[in-house]
């Protein structure tokens, strides 16, 4: 049973930080890709940053380069966020593709964890 709880978010000034992370179980952490997505209510949820299996390879959305650090130790993914803004608000989910290769396609993720709200004010 593969189970992804997310923690961290909160209601923070602009230019602030926050750290998200991602407790895995039941799943094959250090095998394959993983990532962070972000969802405003009645819009599409998108990609925001995806780790390899590995951790040596990372890829971000051009809104948050240089802002955000995907990383991944233990059983642990995290999301740290530097320099918040008002369009980082979104609720945040972390994600675990089950095949080969690393996406920014939400389709190609196959387990969810439940989100974490992110306000930036």
């Known amino acids: 049973h593969v189970q992804l709880v997310e923690s961290g978010g909160g209601s923070v000034q602009a230019g602030e930080s926050l750290r998200l992370s991602c407790v895995v179980s039941?799943?094959?952490?250090?095998?394959?890709?993983m990532g962070w997505f972000r969802q405003v209510q009645g819009t599409r949820r998108e990609a925001v940053a995806r780790i390899d299996g590995s951790g040596q390879f990372t890829f971000y959305h051009d809104s948050v380069k240089g802002r955000f650090t995907i990383s991944r130790a233990d059983n642990t993914l995290y999301l740290q966020m530097n320099g918040l803004k008002p369009e980082d608000s979104a609720m945040y989910y972390c994600?675990?593709?089950?095949?080969?290769?690393?996406?920014?396609?939400?389709?190609?993720?196959?387990?969810w964890g439940q989100g974490t709200q992110v306000t930036v004010s």
């Open positions: 994600a675990a593709m089950v095949t080969t290769g690393c996406s920014l396609s939400p389709e190609t993720f196959s387990y």
């Open positions: 039941g799943y094959r952490y250090s095998t394959y890709c």
